[in-house]
């Protein structure tokens, strides 16, 4: 999935722009950072948020020229999450990432671009809001798929990204294992199997999540997509008579992270609107946006403002339960893992 650049600038009315590349963003600290008037900055996220951050760049622009006296242009950059941390990591100029999971963010900390501790920067572990994952079928389930053991079925073409490059991909797969070491009582060798079965009916691995819905929704092909919560809603509501969505039985707690990138920040002298841009991601006008977007606010109170929207009494298990994030990676997803193991012997 190719990066898609979108600029939203403040002064005029607020419009977007129009799709442009990086290159428009100096590292020379005060060309970069603006005039006295102006700021820019650069949020660097993963595939399916184009549509949020499309809506919270011009309240967060309101809020800033109300706070400061100063337009702000914020650069969006979209695509898999572990792509976009590599592409981070490689030199892509970011003031601030907003990605699919903590080990991404952490990728980008171990190239020595974003200062430990950055989990504790923001309110709940840096995440300002959550997600799950559930199933797009079509309309009337002619496959009649109910639960994850539905998926290994013959016959049932399967949707998912690619685990080595998306993070949406990573929190399917994992909630594929926790269901899977729940009816196996976690006899290892029955869940692999299992999950190898799932990954031998899947048709197409695209690099990230909105690619995936493309080829599900507008291309055709598959069953069922393994799809983030918000992504699922976003295609029942632009092709209602197409679609609906399954919850299964057993799901994970998708928690995305944001973190200020220090280094980015600090050479651009952006540091002070960069963090106010994440820590306005918790205010309530924002959590509203998160949830008109089909994400699930972080706000307990707000998230009950959505209570007819979303299954609250879902059963979800969560990172923790794999060990935290590096040792679910470093088992699951580092060449040679799991997945590596399971996906070659299921080509």
């Known amino acids: 999935m190719k990066n898609n650049f979108v600029k939203i600038s403040v002064a005029a009315a607020l419009l977007i722009t129009g799709m442009t590349g990086l290159t428009g963003c100096s590292s020379e600290k005060g060309e970069a950072s603006g005039s006295v008037d102006s700021v820019s900055i650069t949020n660097v996220s993963y595939d399916p948020t184009r549509e949020l951050y499309e809506a919270y760049n011009k309240i967060f622009a309101e809020h800033w020229k109300e706070k ?6 914020i650069t969006q950059s979209h695509g898999g999450s572990g792509k ?9 100029e970011a003031d601030v990432v907003t990605l699919a999971l903590e080990y991404d963010v952490n990728a980008i900390r171990d190239a020595g671009l974003i200062e430990d501790g950055w989990v504790s920067e923001f309110a709940n572990d840096s995440s300002t809001y959550t997600s799950t994952i559930v199933f797009l079928v079509r309309k009337g389930n002619p496959k009649n798929i109910r639960d994850w053991n539905d998926l290994v079925n013959d016959g049932v073409g399967v949707i998912t990204p690619n685990p080595k490059t998306s993070g949406g991909a990573r929190w399917n797969y994992l909630a594929a294992w926790a269901y899977a070491d729940k009816l196996y009582g976690g006899d290892e060798a029955q869940i692999k199997d299992f999950v190898k079965k799932l990954y031998q009916n899947v048709l197409v691995l695209d690099s990230g999540a909105r690619g ?3 080829t599900f929704v507008e291309n055709g092909q598959g069953d069922v997509l393994l799809a983030w919560e918000n992504e699922a809603y976003l295609s029942i509501q632009d092709y209602p008579d197409d ?3 399954i919850t299964p039985s057993v799901s994970i707690l998708a928690q995305p992270s944001v973190a200020v990138v220090d280094k980015v920040v600090d050479d651009r ?10 820590q306005y991601l918790y205010s309530d006008e924002a959590q509203r946006i998160a949830g008109d977007n ?3 606010p972080s706000n307990a109170d707000i998230l009950q403002e959505y209570a007819g929207v979303f299954n609250l009494d879902i059963n979800l298990v969560t990172i923790q339960d794999f060990g935290g994030w590096d040792e679910a990676q470093t088992k699951h997803f580092a060449d040679g893992g799991v997945f590596d193991e399971i996906y070659e012997k299921s080509e």
Do not use: P
């Open 294 to 296: 089909y994400y699930r």
């Open 212 to 214: 995936a819905t493309t």
């Open 243 to 245: 679609y609906e969505i």
């Open 68 to 73: 400061t006296g100063q337009d702000v242009e």
């Open 269 to 278: 002298g952006t540091r002070d609107v960069a963090a106010e841009y994440l």
């Open 84 to 92: 976009q941390a590599l592409e981070v990591a490689n030199g892509l």
